[in-house]
């Protein structure tokens, strides 16, 4: 079974910076599309950034110019660089990912996720 296991979050202060890391791991043949999804208490879940298998990325307006989604390949793993921190980023954030198991069918993965805290 694959697992996305989400690491990197915590306290940050208004403004400063921090750093998501999202590994997969298990038996699978290829991690396709990534991205990363948030959600704030009492809020929809939304998207904040992907980054698909041929490297376009996509963010939301409201992260634009702030956050920056990268991946490794070989190390199936997509990280979160998240600068410029405002309390409103705060929410847990969750990893996304579309992978090919091995008899090559594409499945949605979800990570549990991880709390992002920004204190003004």
């Known amino acids: 079974q694959v697992q996305l296991v989400e690491s990197g979050g915590g306290l940050v202060q208004s403004g400063g910076s921090l750093k998501l890391s999202c590994v997969a791991s298990?038996?699978?043949?290829?991690?396709?599309?990534m991205a990363w999804y948030r959600q704030a208490p009492g809020k929809q879940r939304e998207l904040v950034a992907e980054?698909?298998?041929?490297?376009?990325?996509n963010y939301a307006d409201a992260v634009k110019g702030r956050f920056t989604i990268s991946r490794d390949n070989p190390k199936n793993t997509v990280f979160l660089q998240m600068n410029s921190v405002r309390p409103e980023d705060t929410a847990v954030y969750y990893c996304?990912?579309?992978?090919?198991?091995?008899?090559?069918?594409?499945?949605?993965?979800w990570g549990k996720g991880t709390q992002v805290t920004v204190s003004s």
């Open positions: 980054v698909l298998s041929g490297g376009t990325t």
């Open positions: 298990g038996n699978f043949f290829k991690v396709n599309d």
């Open positions: 996304n990912a579309q992978i090919m198991d091995i008899p090559h069918y594409e499945y949605e993965y």
